[in-house]
């Protein structure tokens, strides 16, 4: 396990950023930090792929985002299963059409760990 810090990568912790901009609109710095910082880790481990926990809910939360935006090109992207075949790092959403109570009851079920937190700023976010 690799933990990396938003301090330790760019030299600036969430907090620092939300006090020097606001409680709006972090989320878009916040955002683009976490892949960096997967891309970054990843890289230091020498993967080759990215897998993430992203669940039906997040995709669904996110196509309803980049509706309300307008935003044609993310909305085509983020329905993908697969993203990043051409030279990038490649990232996939195995979880894709699972619902986040479904993996919360199987994660219950076989008394494995399960955390859910909520980032601090959220009630100011969009999401």
């Known amino acids: 396990l690799k933990i990396l810090s938003y301090q330790e990568l760019y030299g600036w912790s969430m907090d620092a950023i939300v ?8 989320c878009t710095f916040c955002g683009v ?7 970054r880790g990843a890289t ?11 669940n039906g809910d997040d ?10 935006r307008g935003d044609a090109p993310r909305l085509q992207r983020c329905t993908q299963v ?3 075949q051409e030279g990038a790092l ?3 959403k195995p979880f894709k059409y699972a619902y986040e109570k479904e ?3 199987y994660a219950h ?7 859910s937190t909520e980032c601090i700023y959220s009630p100011y976010a969009y999401r």
């Not at 930090?33 to 891309?39: E, G, K, S, T, V």
Request: charged content about 25%; proline content about 0%; hydrophobic content about 40%.
């Open 19 to 26: 006090s020097h901009i606001g409680r709006r609109n972090n």
């Open 33 to 39: 930090f976490r892949r960096q910082a997967l891309d």
């Open 44 to 54: 230091l481990l020498g993967a080759d792929k990215i897998v993430t926990g992203h």
């Open 59 to 68: 995709i669904a939360e996110t196509v309803l985002l980049n509706v309300l």
């Open 82 to 84: 697969t993203t990043g």
């Open 90 to 92: 490649q990232r996939s």
């Open 103 to 105: 993996i919360v009851m």
């Open 109 to 115: 079920y076989k008394k494995l760990d399960y955390f």
